[in-house]
């Protein structure tokens, strides 16, 4: 089972903001990254650290962090943000990494 | 172009074994953790394994321990991961991904991923 629990589903209507998160005891500890995946692609790196964006990922993804919760909010979602997102840390003994189970984001 | 290239994959009979690649270009490889992460048809993403740039230290996921082993040929810009005792529930695309870890920052995230390779464990 994993460190990191994240709700299976999320829908959001066009051009408003959705939030995603994900819980673990380990976040307290150590930030999420969180990775959007597309069917039949590879993930891609949206958020890392306090609130990072890599080069050529919009604004309108951010990230947060409180207590034991990591947050992917997206503002003005797109029909293009349609797809799985999953968060990313460490585990409890900080060796080993660990994903949650992924969260399904609709645009409607 | 920086990438990530894995190759390996296939069908292989359960109890069986099979050995996977990535190659890395366009960046200085021995720079990098080096981690693989597998995904399981219509399931999320699972965590295999990592290896630290000098290949001295290495972790794996309790469920491959034992049976899987990481490696790394830096003067070749290669990754490996040896599969031993294959079952069913190893059936997965393997993905190689580039790991940046900020230790003093508590940061650690998979900023480059290649595009996979599928495994699949039958008989």
């Known amino acids: 089972s994993s460190e990191l629990t994240q709700d299976p589903a999320v829908s959001v209507a066009l051009g408003q903001t959705v939030r995603i998160t994900c819980q673990g005891d380990?976040?307290?500890?150590?930030?999420a990254s969180w990775y959007q995946q597309k069917p039949g692609q590879a993930p891609v790196l949206v958020i890392y650290?306090?609130?990072n964006r890599p080069s050529g990922i919009p604004d309108r993804f951010s990230g947060s962090t409180s207590g034991n919760t990591a947050s992917l909010t997206i503002t003005g979602a797109q029909a293009e943000d349609e797809g799985d997102y999953y968060c990313n840390s460490r585990d409890s003994s900080g060796n080993h990494r660990v994903f949650g189970g992924g969260t399904k984001l609709t645009v409607l | 172009e920086v990438q990530l290239v894995e190759s390996g994959g296939g069908l292989v009979q359960p109890g069986g074994s099979l050995r996977l690649s990535c190659a890395g270009s366009?960046?200085?490889?021995?720079?990098?953790?080096m981690s693989w992460v597998r995904q399981a048809p219509g399931k999320g993403l699972e965590w295999v394994a990592n290896i630290k740039q000098d290949g001295g230290e290495k972790y794996y996921v309790d469920s491959v321990k034992g049976r899987f082993t990481i490696s790394r040929d830096n003067a070749k810009n290669s990754l490996y991961l040896q599969m031993n005792s294959l079952r069913a529930e190893d059936t997965a695309v393997y993905y190689c991904a580039r790991e940046i870890v900020v230790v003093v920052a508590a940061m650690q995230y998979f900023d480059l991923w290649g595009r996979g390779t599928l495994v699949t464990v039958s008989s």
């Open positions: 366009e960046f200085t490889f021995s720079s990098y953790w």
């Open positions: 650290g306090k609130n």
């Open positions: 380990s976040l307290r500890r150590y930030y």
